[in-house]
């Protein structure tokens, strides 16, 4: 968290080439709140800062060292969600030390957290790579790219096929979104299909991130809406026996936690609903300025 000063807003516009679609939003939303309230306080919660320290042989690509350029790297996405999930359940059991934490939404991630800092991400240098999403295809060969571009579409037309036209859109040929994908997976055939893709990427990013932690202590499935998400929870807890965990044939509702597992599990499943807006309000209330020396 950061002060708005003329100083971040500079960082923020240098940050504007890389998701332009987003960051320029991002500036005009800041003018706009100065502009309305002058007097007030203005605050930048950067949702990449969560995943600024991740290991270099982590946030690197193998790339020419000709294109070196420092901001070439894995960034993460949805960080202030992820070190919440941490401090929740830090709070709930002290000796905590390796986490997996699964962002399920309309744009589904997976961090991989020791002892409060984060050693793996789904996310890289945007969030195309790593976890389909409605419109983002995820995880693909880079050449890929030049076979589309061999039919005749620009640079600029790629751009918008990959992140705002394919995932699972472009896979069932027709809009659709996690949460349709997640209320009727299990009686359309097509939208099973879909399901099927999907609980596999996050199975696999699971799986890799216990062997990145070397065992895991708790696999947290967090949402903004588990009402919409709730039911994708279940098949993705019931394939966690493999790390030690033990399923409970129901849930059980543990100060405001959901726990998927048993309570003699060696290993915590636990699904937590994200009030994203008030976290960043609580954020913004413990907020305090270093008086000036």
Known sequence: MTAVTAESLLAVQKCGRFLPEHN???????DLGLAALPGAAHLLLCDTAFFRD???HVHTYAVPLS??????RRYGSD????????ETLKRRTPALSRVVSVLIGENTNVAAIRDGRPVETTVGFTSVEGISSAHGCGDIDPTIIFQVQATGLSFEEISRLLTRQSGFSGFLGRETSIAEIAADGGRDPELARALDVFLYQIEKYIGAFVSVLGGVDAVAFVS????AYGDLVRPLAAGLEYSGAR???EAAEERGVRRLSTPDSPVAVLGLAYDKWGDLGRRAADHREVPAS
Request: charged share 25%; with cysteine; hydrophobic share 50%.
């Open 24 to 30: 320029d939003a991002l500036h005009k939303v800041i």
């Open 54 to 56: 991740l290991p270099e």
């Open 67 to 72: 294109l070196k350029d420092p901001s070439l």
């Open 79 to 86: 960080g202030l969600c992820h070190e919440w999930v941490w």
């Open 224 to 227: 903004e809406d588990m009402a």
């Open 247 to 249: 399923i409970a044939p």
